[in-house]
């Protein structure tokens, strides 16, 4: 069965400093990959995308992932950690069957301290 | 700008009424969409498949009775929580892929409703 785990349930950084969120998958095959940035009260905000192209992923606001198969891992960056970067930050696989449902970690919320 | 919307953003109504919250895909056509369920600092919880035409499809333990989805068209699925109990009191969030974006997902805004 399909599996998506985020190591930290909470990551606290200072402005200024790297970010590293941490995501390992489950899967039987070569899975496509996402992260989300969820902000107070709002919606799920795709951050980038994995889908067996490029293992270096760059997304929207500095952040990038790279695709790890042989560690089975996924795990999201930054260079350089902004206020405006604290939010909610979740790791999904796209199921097999590609009806678009997808298979959540449980978050990991990304505190950011001035 | 949106590529999927939902509304009412937030909504609050009195235990034993029924409520509806939309799901829109803005500028394409989608067979498919997703509910999800969120309780505060968890993640999201699918709920059901809303598929264009036909009934739904529920996740195990959600009840159908209480949580009707209705897919009428390309681009709208509705989720009507009916005899809201102050339980029901949630975030819920719809989604939807985008034809042509390599299986992406693109989530609403989400809904919260408050049953008092």
């Known amino acids: 069965a399909q599996s998506v785990t985020q190591l930290d349930s909470h990551v606290s950084v200072s402005e200024g400093t790297p970010v590293l969120l941490r995501c390992n998958y489950s899967?039987?095959?070569?899975?496509?990959l996402f992260w989300y940035v969820q902000h107070p009260n709002k919606g799920l905000q795709l951050l980038l995308k994995?889908?067996?192209?490029?293992?270096l992923v760059k997304g929207i606001n500095g952040f990038e992932a790279e695709f790890k198969k042989s560690e089975t891992s996924f795990h999201l960056t930054k260079p350089s950690a902004h206020m405006s970067d604290a939010a909610e930050y979740f790791c999904?696989?796209?199921?097999?069957?590609?009806?678009?449902?997808?298979?959540f970690g449980q978050g990991t919320t990304l505190q950011v301290k001035p | 700008g949106a590529v999927v919307s939902q509304h009412p953003s937030w909504v609050i109504c009195k235990s034993g009424t029924s409520v509806k919250i939309e799901c829109r895909s803005l500028?394409?056509?989608?067979?498919?969409m997703f509910w999800y369920r969120q309780f505060p600092k968890q993640s999201l919880m699918l709920m059901a498949t809303?598929?264009?035409?036909?009934?739904?499809?529920?996740e195990q333990g959600v009840e159908k009775d209480k949580f009707l989805i209705n897919h009428a068209s390309l681009t709208l699925s509705t989720l009507t929580v009916t005899s809201a109990h102050p339980e029901d009191s949630s975030f819920y969030i719809c989604?939807?892929?985008?034809?042509?974006?390599?299986?992406?997902?693109?989530f609403g805004e989400g809904s919260w409703l408050t049953v008092v």
């Open positions: 899967s039987s095959y070569s899975p496509s």
């Open positions: 999904v696989a796209a199921g097999s069957s590609n009806t678009g449902k997808l298979i």
């Open positions: 994995y889908t067996s192209a490029a293992t």
């Open positions: 809303s598929n264009e035409g036909s009934k739904a499809t529920y």
């Open positions: 989604s939807a892929s985008r034809p042509g974006t390599g299986n992406t997902i693109y």
């Open positions: 500028d394409f056509q989608a067979t498919t």
